[in-house]
């Protein structure tokens, strides 16, 4: 069987016949968040059915593509549609997108989210920069045999979002006037939003923000040796006490309001990058 590191070695290849340059960054695009890829000069745009050994899509995300091209002057790989767990991948499979990004050579990953906010001040479509992770998946895409050339077997986690691109994100958004916060985000499988009791533990447990996706592929990034970025859209109230069922359109409008903050927020913190 062909290792792990071979995989990535063809996908990347694959990808930098038709893209041949360096990517500085690398950003994954949450649900309902795709609108940032329209802002990208494509110089070319690839469905991951042509990158040999990504995961065949599910129906869920069949729009998966990755747009190659540059944004504010960073050249960057962007995913439009991610793999989630709850979909059934594996969480090597979840992640195999972002070690071949770290393969054609991003040093920064930044990854967006819709997720729920527990934490009372929060309003919907605020930005949640995610300061530090709990990870309740109850898996880890770094079980198994360790590959020493990708990263070390115990990877620290003391802290695995970078603080220097944490506070340009912080000082950007409020020169933008965006409402932001710093968050914990705790990563549940999903794909059942969680019950009342559910909320109340994960917020005492000290989670603001719960989302269905993520982690897997900050672990990977940090394994990996990668400066990470996160931001969560709120786009659900998560408040216990007064709970209502969520609507999917609902989180969807949410969302796109969101969207739009980070279509304006992340540009600039690429052009302040340095
Ligand atoms: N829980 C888990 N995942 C989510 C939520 C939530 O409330 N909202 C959006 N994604």
Not at 179 to 202: I, M, W
Request: hydrophobic residues 45%.
């Amino acid at each position: 069987m062909q290792g792990l590191a071979a995989k990535i070695q063809e996908a990347a290849n694959s990808i930098r016949a038709r893209w041949a340059v360096t990517p500085r960054v690398g950003l994954i695009l949450g649900t309902g968040l795709g609108g940032l890829a329209a802002q990208i000069q494509q110089a070319a745009v690839i469905p991951y059915g042509e990158i040999p050994h990504m995961p065949e899509s599910t129906v869920e995300s069949h729009t998966g593509q990755l747009v190659c091209g540059t944004l504010a002057g960073q050249p960057i790989v962007a995913m439009e549609g991610r793999f989630h767990y709850y979909e059934g991948y594996s969480m090597q499979e979840v992640t195999f997108p972002v070690r071949v990004m770290k393969a054609l050579g991003a040093e920064i990953l930044i990854v967006t989210n819709a997720a729920g906010g527990m934490n009372h001040q929060y309003q919907l479509a605020d930005v949640s920069i995610i300061e530090d992770h709990i990870n309740l998946m109850g898996d880890n895409p770094l079980r198994g045999r360790n590959d020493d050339t990708l990263g070390p077997r115990f990877p620290d986690m003391c802290r695995p979002y970078d603080l220097k691109l944490m506070e340009l994100a912080e000082s950007t958004a409020l020169e933008l006037g965006i409402p932001h916060h710093r968050s914990v985000f705790v990563a549940v499988t999903g794909p059942n939003l969680e019950t009342r009791a559910e909320y109340r533990f994960l917020k005492g447990i000290g989670a603001d923000m719960v989302g269905m996706s993520t982690v897997p592929e900050v672990l990977v990034a940090a394994h990996a040796g990668m400066r990470v970025l996160g931001f969560s859209i709120v786009t659900d109230l998560c408040l216990p006490d007064c709970l209502e069922p969520v609507e999917l359109p609902k989180i969807l409008a949410v969302a796109a309001k969101g969207g739009e903050r980070l279509s304006r927020l992340i540009p600039k913190v690429l052009e302040r990058l340095g």
